[in-house]
């Protein structure tokens, strides 16, 4: 009876140390949703998802070798001007000494190109280190126009120091010196610092408009006073202070006494009491001649 009891106990006990057991993997197996009845949701999708998902991924992998291509500016640009936001007009104002191509090719704008995108800042950046430029202005009118406005430097004279020729401006600053016909009639001011006193000789040339035509250069001597080169080839040297009385007395004995048309080399005013006529060495031989060797060629001093 022991050993039965003892049997009986454990058949008692069986039940729920198998249901205490851990299940295995055989047992979690059992619990796993079959395949094919995930795959019968995917039987539920719509029928045009595939080619959406395959259409996704080709833009994608598109746009991707685009961007890493270094395209997608112009892709962009495409697109924008596709809709209606291509750059379609420039309207330039302002520019005189600067030709239109010249502004086109700094605005960098190309076949395709959209307003949108369009960099105005630089493109301004760019205006303003033209050589003419003083400042200029970029404006966008959407849907297509780009408006420039140019506020050029304004040339003022020719600077000449040994064989390089600029123009500069008023206050002397080099424009540019890329110097053509256009600006023949600027006055030539010749040597180093006559570039920052030109509006000293032009004030003074402008108190006689009879004369300002005739004179084809000024020279800067010593950095103190004026020596003007006519264009008959005479030089005038002019005194270093009441230089506007002496202009007007050059031009009185020219009317008077046709003093500018003689076959003369030099007019020395710099004296106030006295004007020193030389000679061409023609006219002073024949006055040699005239005089019985009596007459002198001139005044030979160094010019200071």
């Keep these: ?6 049997k009986h106990k454990r058949d008692a006990y069986a039940p729920l140390e198998a249901e205490l057991a851990p ?52 892709v962009s640009d495409a697109l924008l001007s596709a809709v209606g936001f291509g750059i379609e007009a420039v309207k330039l104002s302002g520019q005189r000494e600067i030709n239109e191509f010249q502004i086109l090719e700094a605005l960098e704008i190309h076949d395709g190109s959209s307003l949108i995108l369009f960099d105005a800042d630089g493109a301004r950046e760019r205006l303003n280190d033209m050589a003419w430029v003083k400042n200029a202005s970029v404006m966008k009118f959407y849907p297509s126009t780009l408006q420039i406005r140019i506020e050029e430097k304004v040339p003022y004279a020719l600077w000449q120091r040994g064989d390089l020729v600029s123009i500069v401006n008023e206050a002397g600053e080099v424009i540019t010196d890329e110097v053509d016909g256009r600006y023949a009639n600027l006055l030539l001011v010749v040597n180093h610092g006559a570039q920052r006193r030109a509006g000293e000789i032009s004030a003074a040339l402008s108190t006689v408009p009879d004369l300002r035509p005739r004179v084809r250069a000024a020279f800067l001597i010593s950095d103190r006073r004026w020596d003007l080169k006519l264009e008959n080839g005479i030089f005038v040297r002019l005194p270093e202070e009441n230089m506007e009385a002496a202009l007007a007395e050059l031009v009185r004995m020219d009317k008077e006494d046709g003093l500018l048309a003689r076959d003369i080399m030099a007019i020395d005013m710099r004296l106030e009491d ?26 030979g001093g160094r010019d200071t």
């Design 23 to 74: 299940r295995g993997r055989g047992v979690a197996r059992l619990h796993r949703q079959p395949v094919w009845r995930a795959a019968g949701r995917l039987a539920d999708l719509p029928r045009w998802t595939g080619s959406a998902a395959a259409i996704g991924f080709l833009t994608l992998t598109i746009s991707y070798a685009i961007v890493i291509g270094g395209h997608g500016r112009i």
């Design 274 to 299: 006295r004007i020193t006529v030389r000679l061409s060495e023609e006219a002073a031989e024949q006055r040699k001649i005239m005089t019985g060797g009596r007459g002198r060629s001139g005044n």
């Design 1 to 6: 009876m022991l050993s039965l009891g003892r």
